[in-house]
């Protein structure tokens, strides 16, 4: 698809058109007018977003032939297969705004784009695989519903048929915990060790506080987001609490306490520190994912070309048929 260039300058009565429709509630359309920042912040947080489930294929994908049962195996496989599907709804709705594919794959390749913090953590055990079900995608779950209703039509599409996905990854995750955590001793520990290393950047994937995110407020006005990381994070652990409690794990958090009033779990001190120097490229497996990424896009260079070359001759045919 090609760059498109604006369609309009941005006319202050096109922009005030533009909000009256988000504030009534409309999705906005791909043809539909939009602010130029509201196309370039969309395409900065779809293009995050589809890196995000494709370089999330690498910590799982580790574990597929470790896996301990045949049935653990498919819903493994099964998982990893759904997130390159995520990575590619949401590409294409990331075109639909008028940016190539190619291009935005490329700034990934090339260490010009982020992807979600979370993925640069090691998958050092069989337990991490039910961890990352229960509390990456339990995350993932909370952040997509909300963005279901996202103001642009392409992406909350997109969100409705993945969250129905991400719920199948959460409820695997989940049971593959449940089993360890009432498991062997050795299980038990070997599932609790895993919460205890994911815990916290699980709690990361939220981004930084309201007030240290610099899109926040732009975003929230155009509805592409309707809570805040604030928010979003609270909820997170509202739901999560009890579930870790009914299995019996602990939360490495000496801070977490009910608020009778509020009814929220409260909780301890965010090392953002640590979140920073991840998204620097700094973390534990940022230079392994990417490494990882431009060895699979290297290796799949001769299918996209077969597939470029069988279109071609489609195309030809379908011209000396007409
Ligand atoms: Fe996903
Ligand atoms: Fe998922």
Known sequence: MEQTTPMHTDDP????????????GESIEPKD????????????????????EIVGMLPEGNWITRAPSLRRKMSL?????????????????????GVDRHELVQQLLDGRAKYSSIFNYPTLSWADMGVIGWLVDGAAIVNQTVLAKAS?????????????????????GLEICATLASGTPAQKAMVQDAVNRFWWPALMMFGPS??????????????????TNDELRQRFINLTVPQAQAMGLTLPDPDLIFNETTKDWEF???????????????GPCNHERLAARRDAHANGAWVRDA???????????ATAAA
């Open 13 to 24: 009565s096109l922009v005030a058109a533009f909000e009256a429709r988000i504030a009534a």
């Open 33 to 52: 007018w939009m602010p130029e920042r509201y196309r370039k912040q969309l395409t900065r947080m779809m293009s995050q977003h589809a890196h995000s």
């Open 77 to 97: 496989i099964a998982k990893v297969q759904d997130e390159a599907g995520h990575g590619l709804y949401i590409y294409c709705g990331t075109e639909t705004l």
């Open 152 to 172: 642009y039509g392409p992406y909350a599409r997109a969100m409705i048929r993945i969250c129905k996905e991400e719920n199948f990854h959460k409820r695997q």
């Open 210 to 227: 309201d007030t240290d995110s610099p899109n926040s407020a732009e975003l929230l006005k155009w509805r592409v987001k309707r809570k």
């Open 268 to 282: 301890g001190e965010i090392d953002w520190s640590e979140f920073f120097e991840v998204i620097k490229g700094n």
């Open 307 to 317: 597939a470029v070359a069988y279109a071609a001759k489609h195309d030809a045919r």
